[in-house]
């Protein structure tokens, strides 16, 4: 098993900076890739950026390219996400997962899960 527990949520105006962490422990050896997804009050969760476990590749959703970047630090088994240039639109609880055998945009490939941070972007 995997465990995952995000931080670094909160409240920021508009054009702001906020930098999640997601820290992962147990078996982490088993991933493959690290995902964030993000889901709105009333939408369904989606996809907002993923990485590769051994580092390297990273992929986002065109909703935040440009503005969101996905990173990792092998020595801590923790992984990033640095949002800048927030928008209301971004409001929403932010999830951390993992992947033990693939990297990809759906949710339903992912094995693990965090509890998630509440990020709130005022206008």
């Known amino acids: 098993q995997v465990q995952l527990v995000e931080s670094g949520g909160g409240l920021v105006q508009a054009g702001g900076s906020l930098r999640l962490s997601c820290a992962a422990s147990g078996r982490t050896f088993s991933l493959y890739a690290m995902g964030w997804f993000r889901q709105a009050p009333g939408k369904e969760r989606e996809f907002v950026a993923t990485?590769?476990?051994?580092?390297?590749?990273?992929y986002y959703a065109d909703a935040v390219k440009g503005r969101f970047t996905i990173s990792r630090v092998n020595a801590k088994n923790t992984v990033y996400l640095q949002m800048n240039s927030l928008k209301p639109e971004d409001t929403a609880v932010y999830y951390c997962?993992?992947?033990?055998?693939?990297?990809?945009?759906?949710?339903?490939?992912?094995?693990?899960w965090g509890q998630g941070t509440q990020v709130t972007v005022s206008s």
């Open positions: 990485i590769r476990w051994s580092g390297g590749i990273t």
């Open positions: 997962a993992g992947s033990s055998g693939t990297m990809s945009t759906n949710s339903n490939l992912y094995n693990y």
